[in-house]
């Protein structure tokens, strides 16, 4: 398969802590155009990204969701691979990110923190309760709609997409629940997905956002609209 036209997408809301630590091991020429889409930071990162001359978009809502959004629509890239620089993915996956999807003709490529050989957050806890509760909404989505391969990371957003195949699932949501649903509609549409291991760190600094509770309602509320819809995505 040929060389897709690559866009990288630095995903930020209050980063300067971990930002500055990492920054210099992404790898920027992976890709034909880099940018990144920022929530409403107050705390520098805007400003470092762009001494950095990294192209800053905001969003006219807050959330990852909206982000995601914003940044299929401001690119003729025909792939996406979306990063989160705050520590917990690992920028030297962002090429094998790109490669994997090329490689593998696939509409969509997840940085699983859950196949064999990679590493969670958690897996240093004898309780991983993110980690379970992640991995029983991977199963239900697998069980309801996969045909293909078992994805075993539904939600991890770190993840490469092809713009077409994105648009196609219509998600029209603003929040942490965006990747859940994409993995979704992708095995509604019978899209294919892979999956490569990558290793989940700790963030570098700052503050989550993703609270578990609210975050689990959205999920499951989500979940439950997706059931109704049956194979239909809208
Ligand atoms: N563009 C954009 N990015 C966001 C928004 N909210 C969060 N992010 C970024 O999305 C990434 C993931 O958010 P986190 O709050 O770290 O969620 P998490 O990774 O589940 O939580 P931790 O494990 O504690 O890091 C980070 O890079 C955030 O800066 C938003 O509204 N817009
Ligand atoms: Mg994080």
């Not at 992404?26 to 762009?50: H, N, Q, R």
């Not at 299929?72 to 094998?96: H, M, Q, R, W």
């Not at 994805?151 to 195949?165: C, E, K, L």
Request: contains cysteine.
């Amino acid at each position: 398969m040929s060389r897709l036209k690559r866009a990288l997408v630095l995903l930020t809301f209050n980063e300067i802590e971990a930002l500055p630590k990492l920054f210099d091991r992404i790898p920027l020429s992976a890709a034909d155009e880099v940018f990144a889409v920022d929530g409403g930071s107050k705390d520098g990162t805007v400003a470092y990204l762009e001494s950095k001359g990294v192209r800053v978009l905001g969003q006219p809502r807050r959330g990852r969701g909206c982000a995601f959004q914003v940044a299929v629509d401001a690119t003729d890239a025909e792939v996406l691979c979306y990063f989160s620089p705050d520590g917990n993915e690992d920028p030297a996956d962002i090429p094998k990110a790109f490669e994997t999807l090329e490689a593998g003709g696939h509409d969509l490529v997840v940085a699983s923190r859950m196949a064999k050989g990679a590493h969670n957050e958690e897996d240093d806890q004898a309780i991983k309760a993110r980690k379970w509760v992640n991995m029983a909404f991977t199963f239900l989505a697998n069980a309801l709609w996969n045909r293909g391969p078992y994805v075993t990371d539904t939600i991890n957003g770190f993840r490469a997409v092809r713009a077409d195949s994105f648009r196609r699932c219509a998600c029209r949501v603003d929040g942490f629940v965006i990747e859940y649903l994409m993995s979704i509609r992708m095995m509604k549409l019978g899209l294919r997905i892979g999956e490569f291991p990558t290793h989940e760190s700790a963030r570098l600094g700052g503050q989550s956002t993703a609270h578990s509770w609210p975050t689990g309602v959205e999920f499951t509320r989500q979940l439950l609209k997706e059931i109704r819809l049956g194979r239909r995505v809208s």
